[in-house]
């Protein structure tokens, strides 16, 4: 399946009573180059981030953006520092004791009154959950970037296929005609040896070793055989389920050349004008398939 480089995916999760959101989105690249922007007090989790990117896509520059709104998830931990609640009420003692004989009683209110007998701190987060959370947002909005890419590779694979089969015409057009230019040849030797050579007789093995000089020199066959191989390759490839856009591009390279030979062997104006068309063609395939992953 032919996917684009460029998409994008968002989720919205509520795990754990944090908020999460998940954004991605990618434009063409050479290789795969992952940018994350995240809260840094979760920066912890970001290798685990990459990872499941790294899993999903294989070439592009992707930007993954979370956010996470953890307010409902802070829990507040309360401890005692019995120790020092021990001393306070020790002293209030002696205190009692300096007062003279007085009746008074020592609360938990009382001593709590005092500081640092009761400390309030944030708990302990589970740093494996939180990760855990953060890549189980992440791999939904991942999922509709590559939902959203597949469309798009859909569509640039229908074009690719289009483009075969115009130039597989092309190369049949050439095909048809390059036998004809020997015999044009020929004929054109034939008649420039005779206006010469006038009454004289002429040498019709002369002609017939120039004429296979000349369809041995312009001969296309291999060229034409290569263009059709690269297509039928060209075309297993649109069907496939692997990353193939460094394939294709090296392929097309590959049909740019076998053109460009084509163009250089044949003294032909008809042939030059179907290489003209031929690389046309392979230029807006190229240019499809700088978008495909």
């Not at 499941?52 to 896509?57: I, K, L, R, T």
């Not at 992707?62 to 829990?75: E, Y």
């Not at 401890?79 to 209030?92: C, P």
Request: proline residues 2%; aromatic residues 4%.
């Amino acid at each position: 399946m032919v996917k684009s480089m460029t998409g994008y995916g968002r989720a919205r999760e509520i795990l754990h009573k944090r908020d999460i959101t998940v954004e991605v989105r990618s434009v063409n690249n050479r290789y795969l180059d992952c940018s994350i922007k995240m809260p840094r007090m979760y920066a912890f989790a970001e290798d685990a981030v990459k990872q499941h990117v790294q899993q999903a896509v294989s070439r592009g520059k992707v930007d993954v953006f979370i956010t996470v709104d953890a307010s409902a998830a802070d829990v507040a931990k309360v401890t005692v520092n019995r120790e020092l609640a021990a001393q306070y009420a020790a002293a209030l003692g002696e205190l009692a004791e300096v007062c003279g004989p007085i009746e008074w009683k020592l609360t938990p209110e009382t001593l709590a009154r005092f500081p640092d007998v009761l400390t309030v701190t944030k708990a302990d987060e589970d740093l494996e959950t939180v990760s855990a959370d953060l890549c189980a947002v992440l791999d939904q909005a991942l999922a509709a970037y590559n939902e959203m890419r597949a469309v798009e590779g859909r569509k640039l694979a229908e074009d690719i296929a289009g483009r075969l089969d115009t130039i597989l015409t092309y190369t049949s057009q050439v095909e048809e005609r390059s036998p004809e230019t020997v015999a044009e040849y020929r004929a054109k030797l034939t008649a420039r040896m005779e206006e010469v050579l006038q009454s004289t007789t002429i040498d019709e093995q002369r002609i017939l070793m120039e004429a296979a000089v000349y369809a041995d020199k312009v001969a296309v066959d291999e060229e034409t055989v290569r263009l059709r191989s690269h297509v039928s390759q060209l075309r297993a490839m649109l069907e496939s389920n692997q990353p193939m856009g460094r394939k294709l591009d090296f392929l097309i390279q590959e049909i740019n050349r076998e053109s460009n030979t084509i163009g250089s062997k044949c003294n032909d104006v008809a042939i030059a004008q179907v290489v003209v068309g031929l690389k046309a063609e392979v230029e807006k395939m190229r240019e499809q398939v700088q978008n495909v992953e």
